[in-house]
């Protein structure tokens, strides 16, 4: 089957510019999360979709950013304005509900953003 | 903030060692996640072992769970280079939730 699909891989801005990353996940899999990883440290979650419902956004800055998944399907995740401190790897992941599994959640390969 | 922690943060060894790596939460989990990242690309997960399971082997991998202790083990036995890359443990409370990892162990295998 195929993966999570991410674009772009790489993306470099300047402060205060605005940035898009997409995402989309495995065909049939209910729920999509956004992390975000800082250099050196493990993912952290920014947003959790079910379907195209928001089931956990209590890490996302909500000043600056914003996710949505219409039609429960792909998703974009919008940084407006980027602060230096956004430089991160923006990882999308997916999975399906709990009477599909348990198995592990299925990453993408991220898109690397650097702010400047 | 991240609840897991895992122990050591580093770890250096020849090729055709074992590699042990721990981790510890803070919270009541459903499953936890052992997952593979190389060189700052996408998670790639290895093996998820439940609260009611105590053990779980997946080829060269094998994971133990102390839920009285909270915590978890991840051995890698007869490592080889291509082993190189760091592993992060990630525990949820209920299947589908958000997994909350920890920082990451890099193991690196020299050949």
């Known amino acids: 089957e195929a993966g999570v699909a991410q674009s772009p891989r790489y993306k470099i801005i300047e402060k205060r510019q605005s940035v898009a990353f997409w995402c989309n996940p495995i065909?049939?899999?209910?729920?999509l999360y956004w992390y975000q990883q800082i250099l050196g440290q493990g993912p952290k979650l920014l947003i959790q979709?079910?379907?195209?419902?928001?089931?956990?956004d209590s890490q996302l800055p909500k000043d600056r950013f914003s996710a949505e998944r219409l039609k429960g399907v792909d998703s974009t995740l919008k940084i407006q304005p980027a602060k230096l401190e956004d430089s991160a790897v923006y990882l999308c992941?997916?999975?399906?509900?709990?009477?599909?599994?348990?198995?592990?959640?299925?990453f993408g390969s991220g898109t690397r953003l650097t702010v400047v | 903030s991240q609840q897991g922690e895992e122990d050591p943060q580093a770890l250096s060894i020849q090729e055709g060692e074992n590699a042990t790596m721990n981790c510890s939460y803070k919270?009541?989990?459903?499953?936890l996640q052992w997952y593979r990242q190389n060189s700052g690309r996408g998670l790639v997960h290895l093996i998820l072992?439940?609260?009611?399971?105590r053990e779980k082997h997946s080829g060269r991998l094998r994971v133990t769970l102390d839920t009285s202790k909270k915590s978890s083990s991840l051995l890698i036995t007869a490592s080889r280079a291509a082993d190189t890359a760091s592993y992060f443990c990630?525990?949820?409370?209920?299947?589908?939730?958000?997994?909350?990892f920890g920082a990451g162990t890099i193991l690196r295998v020299k050949s």
């Open positions: 992941a997916s999975s399906p509900l709990q009477r599909q599994g348990p198995i592990g959640y299925t």
């Open positions: 065909s049939g899999h209910a729920t």
């Open positions: 979709f079910q379907n195209n419902g928001v089931v956990d």
């Open positions: 919270t009541s989990i459903n499953n």
């Open positions: 072992i439940r609260s009611n399971e």
């Open positions: 990630a525990t949820t409370r209920e299947y589908g939730n958000k997994l909350v």
